[in-house]
């Protein structure tokens, strides 16, 4: 199967698959020398990584707003929000918070030549001034106890959170209970049967 194919089988546009072959082959480009995914994941790039980070799809603001993507590494999912973005023209102002330098060089790298508006930060993300941000999102960061103090930092008052999770959702929701007071709507991905989208919303300290 191709690129071309898988994403055409998710239903985007002509214009975004485009920008998602040639993410995928940027990808593929600079992961070598920088790993910005595992060798092994490189085969399934566009069937994992990517169709994962789509399902974000659903979630873009339809007026202009601020999202952060937290810890974004090497795009996911920022650069593929970014993408899907390009083509809404709603005016979202698309914030990549990336401590690595190399992958924040590539994150960079990928905005200029695939011509999306976002701006990378190089820097922790409890470093970083708050950005007031209705959506928060992150895949692969930390577990959500963490997440939701890094979200905490950065969001806008009535901001919710998007975080890809794997199959240990429920037992990091009871854990970050423990300190935290939130609603959370846990979605089935459609990439693996065992993993959540959650989104979290009216976040305030337990």
């Known amino acids: 199967m191709t690129a071309d194919s898988v994403f055409y089988d998710l239903g985007v546009s002509r214009e975004t ?17 920088i790993n910005l995914v595992s060798k092994s994941d490189l085969e399934q790039l ?3 990584h990517i169709a994962d980070s789509l399902q ?28 899907l973005a390009a083509e809404q023209e709603n005016g979202l102002d698309l914030h990549l918070v990336e401590s690595d330098q190399r992958k924040a060089a590539f994150l960079r790298t990928a905005g200029r030549e695939l011509d999306l508006s976002l701006t990378v930060h190089c820097t922790r993300v409890e470093q970083l001034a708050s950005l007031g941000a209705a959506t928060i ?4 960061l930390a577990p959500l106890t963490d997440l939701l103090t890094y979200a905490h930092r950065h969001l806008a008052p009535g901001g919710r959170c998007v975080f890809l999770k794997g199959q240990t959702y429920e037992a990091e929701i009871d854990e970050a209970r423990r ?25 305030t300290h337990a």
């Open 17 to 33: 698959r485009e920008r998602l072959i040639a993410y995928a082959a940027l990808v593929r480009k600079w992961s070598p020398a």
């Open 46 to 48: 566009e069937t994992r």
């Open 56 to 83: 974000l799809a659903e979630f873009l603001p339809n007026a202009p707003g601020t999202w952060a993507d937290l810890g974004s590494g090497g795009g996911f999912p920022g650069i593929v929000v970014a993408i």
């Open 179 to 203: 300190t935290w007071q939130f609603d959370v709507d846990a979605r089935q991905s459609v990439t693996d049967p065992a993993a959540r989208i959650l989104l979290v919303s009216n976040l």
């Open 137 to 140: 999102s992150a895949r692969a």
